[in-house]
């Protein structure tokens, strides 16, 4: 009973370094996005995919590439990484709500990204 | 557009006071639905409460309290009786009228209760 898993948990890169944060669900949710989660701002959506083979852009989109790559996996790419981009990031799927007691998304347990 | 404001950025309290954390948010759909997450200090999002738009009936659950008024546009949180363990980051969440869909955050409230 996995829920949402992210790779890495923690990752410090040189600024101009790329990197990829995996996410996968066994919920066979329709639904996967990216939040990035800085001090102060909440949670913000990065990328979202609807569906498979769709994705969208979110809020704070730039500096990202997304692949929704299956059902299952949903990863994104920093190509260049920068200062800015240093947060916490989150992976979430879609649930649809039966109860009252259900959440939503289902979140990851995020991955934390430095970037010197 | 839809937008969640959590105008308390930190709140502290002693243990065992009352706390009212704020929520208000902006949308122009009929349909909707609000939340609230907590992140304790390890982390990951706990969801406690969701509200639908048309059923304004508040909630508690425990030592937690929930005031829901459209009048308002406002989703208040209250913890009864603080514990040290409560000391956390609480998001309020507005997601629109579909069951499904992105939710959009508020900037979270960072609670301490101190001992």
């Known amino acids: 009973n996995a829920g949402v898993t992210q790779t890495p948990k923690f990752q410090v890169l040189k600024t101009g370094q790329s990197m990829t944060l995996q996410c996968a669900q066994d919920?066979?949710?329709?639904?996967m996005y990216w939040y990035r989660q800085d001090p102060g701002m909440g949670l913000r959506l990065i990328y979202y995919?609807?569906?498979?083979?769709?994705?969208d852009k979110g809020e704070v989109p730039n500096g990202y590439n997304v692949s929704r790559l299956n059902k299952r996996e949903f990863s994104l790419r920093l190509e260049s990484a920068a200062p800015s981009q240093t947060s916490v990031y989150f992976c979430?799927?879609?649930?649809?709500?039966?109860?009252?007691?259900?959440?939503?998304?289902?979140f990851g347990n995020g991955t934390r990204l430095t970037v010197t | 557009a839809q937008k969640v404001t959590q105008a308390q950025t930190e709140i502290s309290v002693v243990e065992k006071e009352d706390v009212t954390l704020d929520c208000v948010y902006e949308?122009?759909?009929?349909?909707?639905?609000l939340f609230w997450y907590k992140q304790p200090p390890s982390g990951e999002l706990v969801f406690l409460i969701r509200?639908?738009?048309?059923?304004?009936q508040n909630e508690i659950s425990g030592r937690y309290s929930w005031n829901f008024q459209k009048s308002t546009s406002s989703f208040n949180f209250t913890i009864t009786a603080s514990q040290v363990v409560d000391s956390a980051v609480y998001f309020c969440?507005?997601?629109?009228?579909?069951?499904?869909?992105?939710?959009?955050f508020g900037r979270g409230t960072q609670l301490t209760v101190w001992p």
């Open positions: 979430a799927s879609d649930a649809r709500i039966r109860l009252a007691r259900d959440s939503p998304l289902h």
């Open positions: 919920m066979n949710h329709n639904s």
């Open positions: 995919s609807a569906s498979e083979g769709t994705t």
């Open positions: 949308t122009r759909d009929t349909t909707y639905y």
């Open positions: 509200r639908n738009s048309f059923d304004e």
């Open positions: 969440a507005l997601r629109r009228g579909s069951t499904l869909g992105r939710l959009y």
